[in-house]
């Protein structure tokens, strides 16, 4: 009977091995899992196995279950709820994994099972990446270009952006080399991927990842192991791209690379100004971007980004002075836990790996969304403290056997209802739009009144309202698109696009002192942001003040030039020339500032063409594309067709040369809206903004 015992405990962990190896896959090619069904069956598994008694958890155990709490309670105090409530389910899914982990390490079947079963996602994942570059690379040949340095943002593998997929190839190179056994191909693999995605931060973390490992790591094979493999990617990828690895070891001299320093002591220095507003708590998990956005992504000249330029600056943005304490008493636990395990070489092992992450987390922060590099570090957590338990202690009956699967199951039930919610209203909301399409207009009101009441859906209703109110003119609707957007401004005051969108209802219902009141605020606090200075400079040119309309309107297309290809622009070269003349003068005198940058220089010769100074046009485009090669639209300005295309399609488009161009699309305030808040809308609110034809 205790024979027949044994094998099915050791059929069971061998098939929760296998499971854990298929998430791990699954999670590294970013397969979609939306109903979590590898939560649901991890949570199984932790029931079956049952995790360790409360009375036996280490301090790395404790730090991360107060972390998985604290990411919980994170959801109702959060500025914007459903970022939260993913980053909570993302924590609460690596807790599961890593509970069960830390019984499975303490058994060599399963512990020799998951280890080598990694080997066959990774090798898929290391040849894709390495094949895919050297397919990316001919294709930016091709058209002209003399290396690959300026459009590594083209080369996405398995779908990560360069910056993330440096980070997961650090964390693979740490597990091919914790394995160790048949490693050697795998780690020349990784070094060479981590090597071609010509990352400033992967290289300073590799180069710190080596160092580490040669000051500490026993035995001296390992060592030499390591050294040998990653000096031949090393002079392979100097002799073969010497230029990509040149620009890259000079870390600031190309002018991208001095904008993204420039970006990041930017972004830190707006960080803390917002860190100081809510220093206990945080504003909540994944809400970064969110808490920044008034004084930092309020700029149209410079790119959105998600991402906060380094973990310090996101742990005390996202979760305030506690949330940042909890993670600081794992770093301690963490190193604790490896100088009383020094002996064992596995541990100096993953301390190199957490001290590499921790300087490339420095230059950017990904890991906290980048849900396969998360999911790593809890395995290489568990991995750190595999011990062997006694056969009393594993059948011992305890509370913590049930008590965590319960939880868990209880928290994937709420996931469940969230993902129910979301979908309801996104079906509603499609339905809606269909309906308004086919003109069916009292249809698509009703259905998108069946939406709830957040933030997100208001606002969707707001813009369908504002939309009806201009085929209807019906002052009803008017009023209640009014006391929509105002309920969704209530909610979260922090959104500024909201009070926008309110501008632009009074406009639509010629209340300009209102609207006007708006505008000037919000001009006044963000004076690059086109879509504020635009608003402005149509409410004062609606009330004749046309010499205090055209400045704004000036630094308007300054900031966005293609401005100049709407519908306002035509209608006043049509209806009223003087002030067309106007403004094309002030376009005309537009120079650049020692202080501009290749952008800054690329919009001005696109107004200098529209203007039809074609000369100065060329000589701008010229040293925009010298500085910056990987602008799209200065090569199209200039005639040369391929590299736009490129840049347009990407570097894997099918018959790329051969590609016909589309039209460019006139850029009205209404686009300018949908381009600056559609992906601010999905970061914060998690859906899509359905109506845009409503401004």
């Keep these: 009977m205790s024979n027949n015992k044994l094998i099915l405990s050791k059929n069971i962990s061998t098939g929760i091995a296998i499971l854990l190896i298929v998430i791990m896959a699954m999670l590294l090619f970013q397969t979609e899992d939306k109903l979590q069904i590898s939560l649901l069956l991890l949570t199984a598994s932790l029931a079956i196995i049952r995790p360790f008694p409360f009375r036996q958890w280490t301090v790395i155990d404790i730090s991360l279950g107060l972390i998985t709490v604290y990411d919980m309670a994170s959801c109702l105090y959060a500025d914007c709820s459903v970022p939260a409530i993913r980053s909570a389910l993302l924590s609460i899914f690596c807790l599961t994994a890593y509970f069960v982990l830390r019984k499975l390490f303490n058994t060599e079947r399963p512990t020799r099972i998951i280890q080598q079963g990694n080997f066959l996602p990774i090798a898929a994942a290391l040849l894709l990446a390495v094949c895919s570059f050297f397919i990316f690379r001919q294709s930016v040949l091709n058209v002209g270009f003399q290396d690959t340095y300026h459009f590594r943002f083209l080369f996405r593998p ?72 990653s000096v031949v990617a090393i002079i392979l990828t100097g002799v073969f791209f010497p230029n990509e690895m040149r620009t890259t070891l000079q870390m600031n001299r190309t002018a991208s690379q001095q904008q993204s320093t420039e970006g990041r002591i930017n972004a830190t220095q707006a960080a803390w100004d917002t860190f100081r507003e809510h220093p206990l708590l945080g504003c909540g998990n994944g809400n970064y971007t969110f808490a920044v ?63 590499a992450l921790a300087v490339k987390e420095m230059t950017q ?93 208001l606002i969707n209703r707001g813009l369908l309202y504002m939309q009806y109110y201009r085929e209807t003119a019906n002052p009803k609707f008017q009023q209640t698109a009014e006391e929509v957007l105002q309920k969704a401004r209530q909610q979260q005051p922090e959104d500024i696009q909201i009070r926008y969108l309110q501008a632009r209802l009074y406009i639509d219902n010629r209340e300009l002192g209102k609207a006007r009141q708006i505008a000037e605020e919000l001009a006044t606090n963000y004076p690059k942001n086109s879509l504020y200075l635009s608003a402005l400079s149509d409410i004062l040119y609606r009330q004749r003040e046309k010499e205090a309309a055209l400045q704004p309107l000036v630094n308007a297309i300054r900031y966005t030039p293609r401005l100049l290809t ?130």
Excluded at 175 to 197: D, E, M, N, P, Q
Excluded at 590 to 598: I, K
Excluded at 648 to 668: I, N, R, V
Aim: glycine share 6%.
């Design 158 to 229: 398995l779908g990560y952006i360069t910056n993330v997929w440096a980070e997961v190839l650090l964390i693979l190179l740490g597990w091919v080399c914790l394995v160790r056994k048949y490693s050697g191909i795998f780690i020349f693999l990784t070094v060479l991927a981590i090597l071609f995605s010509f990352s400033r931060g992967a290289y300073i973390a590799l180069g710190v990842y080596m160092i580490i490992w040669l000051l500490f790591v026993k035995p001296k094979q390992e060592k030499i192991r390591l050294l040998a493999v």
């Design 566 to 695: 709407g519908k306002r622009i035509r209608d006043l070269q049509q209806n009223d020339p003087v002030f067309y003349h106007s403004l094309q003068q002030h376009l005309s005198a537009l120079t650049p500032s020692p202080a501009d940058s290749p952008t800054d220089y690329a919009r001005l010769g696109y107004i200098a063409r529209w203007c039809g100074n074609q000369s100065v046009a060329e000589e701008y485009l010229r040293k925009a594309v010298e500085d910056l090669p990987n602008l799209a639209t200065p090569w199209h300005l200039l005639g040369d067709d391929n590299k736009y295309r490129l840049l347009l399609f990407g570097a894997f488009q099918k018959d790329l040369l051969s590609t016909e161009l589309p039209e460019e699309k006139e850029m009205s305030d209404d686009f300018l809206f949908k381009m600056a808040y559609q992906p601010k809308f999905a970061n914060w609110y998690g859906g899509e903004l359905l109506i845009v034809s409503a401004l």
């Design 365 to 457: 922060a990904t890991l906290l969304y980048s849900p396969f590099a998360l999911f790593m570090v809890y395995v290489m957590l568990a991995f750190l403290q595999k011990e062997k338990v006694s056969v009393e202690e594993e059948n011992r009956q305890t509370v913590s056997a049930y008590t965590i699967p319960g939880i868990v199951a209880c928290c994937y039930l709420g996931w469940l209802a969230f993902v129910f919610l979301q979908d309801q209203n996104k079906s509603y909301q499609q339905q809606s739009v269909a309906a308004w399409e086919k003109g069916q207009f009292a249809e698509a009101i009703r259905l998108m009144e069946q939406t709830g009441e957040q933030t997100p859906n």
């Design 293 to 355: 956005d008034r004084t930092l992504n309020q700029d149209s000249t410079l790119p959105y980004t998600s991402y906060a330029p380094n973990i310090l600056v996101q742990l005390l943005i996202e979760k305030g002075i506690i949330g940042a304490l909890l993670y600081l008493l794992l770093v301690v636990a963490v190193c604790r836990t490896i100088l009383k395990r020094r002996k064992q070489p596995e541990s100096y092992m993953i301390g190199c790996l957490f001290l």
